[in-house]
């Protein structure tokens, strides 16, 4: 009788989450194929700390000071050193002018090159900590440079397309995981056209494709491309977007689905995984249109660049945790800090590390870290850096 019930109980969730599911999809306007895969009781997914797989042990902790609060993070140049630049104006020839390279201990960082446009250019590092991309304002267009985080190398580029007013229509770079493609969105010549920008760094040659069918054209969007360069990921923190390449050399969105600002990033050239409007977290395959459930009542959350570990914060907001995505599971969730509230989180290279930026809970005198540095009680705690053991 009782399994009878649990039965029952299943089956109407399920059919209360596809009602819900569809009829986001009609206000979407878009063609969908969808199979939601959810699990069939909470047994079978493994709880919060559980002691699924290899669980996650921290080694060390490197708080991060003061200036850490007007430091922006590009991200990890290889497994131990962070890049970044400072996010207010800085006097022209102060050390803190240009790109900052911050390596253990992260006590301070020191600086890389001197000459950076910060407050106009975008910027973006290579997943393989390699190249910095920054796109700044030219007189006839937009102008492309890569340079090494070193500093030495410098390579200028010229955008093929002519400006025009709001003609940029990404507020960010996105690179692709084998950081082979640099994209981004501009507006066509219609209202209601949208062209992608991609450079391959590889061959070092510009395309410009046309994108059809996105559904909201009112928010600027960011652009990544699967590792082969046949599908595009479309981001405008309201909505992700599926669009895949036609034998006309065009883009059509092929699926949608409602999301938050959290970000959307590819697993594999088929699969992607992304936070939902109701802070689920999904991961979508384009094979078979199937979208699984990963996760509910997520935060925030981070993928590292082998697209192999997760960090993410659940409802109680100060609680951060790692786990160890294989297909469609997540094992070894570990709860790794808590009593900090991350508005960042990044993985190095190697997955040894994590990066997190943020501030404590305002709600909180005292906290109880696990493990928690010496220095941590002494100083305003703006971000730090877990070390994990058995790198």
């Known amino acids: 009788m009782h399994s009878m019930i649990n039965r029952i109980t299943r089956l109407l969730l ?9 009829t986001a999809s009609g206000c979407m306007g878009n063609p969908r194929s969808e199979t939601i895969v959810i699990p069939e009781s909470e047994a079978d997914q493994p709880a919060v700390g559980a002691n699924v797989g290899k669980l996650f042990q921290v080694k060390t902790i490197y708080p991060l000071e003061k200036w850490f609060a007007k430091f922006e993070v590009l991200g990890w140049t290889n497994e131990e050193e962070i890049v970044g630049y400072a996010s207010d ?7 803190y002018d240009g790109l900052q390279l911050l ?9 890389l090159t001197a000459s950076l446009n910060a407050g106009k250019d975008l910027l973006s590092l290579s997943p393989d900590g390699r190249l910095i991309a920054s796109l700044s304002d030219s007189k006839n267009g937009y102008s492309l440079e890569l340079q090494s985080v070193d ?7 010229d955008e093929p397309v002519p400006k025009q007013p709001q003609r940029l229509f990404s507020r960010n770079l996105r690179w692709s995981n084998d950081s082979r493609y640099l994209s981004y969105l501009v507006l066509g010549d219609r209202r209601d056209q949208l062209n ?3 450079y391959n760094v590889r061959q070092g040659s510009f395309k410009q494709l046309a994108l059809q069918g996105m559904p909201d054209m009112k928010n600027s969007a960011s652009a990544v491309l699967s590792e082969d360069g046949n599908r595009l990921l479309i981001d405008n923190g309201r909505l992700v977007s599926l669009a895949e390449l036609n034998d006309d050399g065009r883009f059509v969105v092929r699926y949608d689905h409602a999301s938050t600002q959290n970000g959307c990033f590819w697993v594999d050239a088929n699969r992607f995984i992304f936070l939902g409007a109701d802070g689920t977290l999904f991961q979508y395959d384009s094979r078979n249109g199937e979208l699984t459930v990963l996760l509910e009542k997520i935060v925030s959350f981070s993928l590292s660049p082998d697209r192999k570990m997760i960090a993410y914060t659940q409802n109680d907001g100060d609680i951060i945790y790692a786990g160890k995505l294989q297909g469609n599971n997540l094992l070894s969730q570990t709860a790794v800090y808590q009593g900090f509230v991350p508005s960042l989180m990044k993985w190095s290279i190697g997955n040894g590390e994590l990066l997190v930026a943020g501030s404590k809970p305002f709600n ?4 109880v870290p ?8 002494t100083i305003a705690l703006h971000g730090f850096i877990i070390d994990f053991q058995d790198k």
């Not at 104006?89 to 050390?95: E, Q, R, T």
């Not at 909180?364 to 906290?367: D, F, W």
């Open 14 to 22: 399920y059919w209360v989450v596809m009602a819900l599911l569809l």
């Open 89 to 95: 104006n800085v006097p022209s020839g102060s050390p």
């Open 103 to 111: 390596a253990p201990p992260f006590d301070q960082p020191k600086q």
């Open 151 to 157: 500093g030495r190398q410098n390579y200028s580029i």
């Open 196 to 198: 992608l920008v991609v």
């Open 364 to 367: 909180r005198t005292e906290i």
């Open 370 to 377: 696990a493990p928690v540095s010496e220095l941590e009680g």
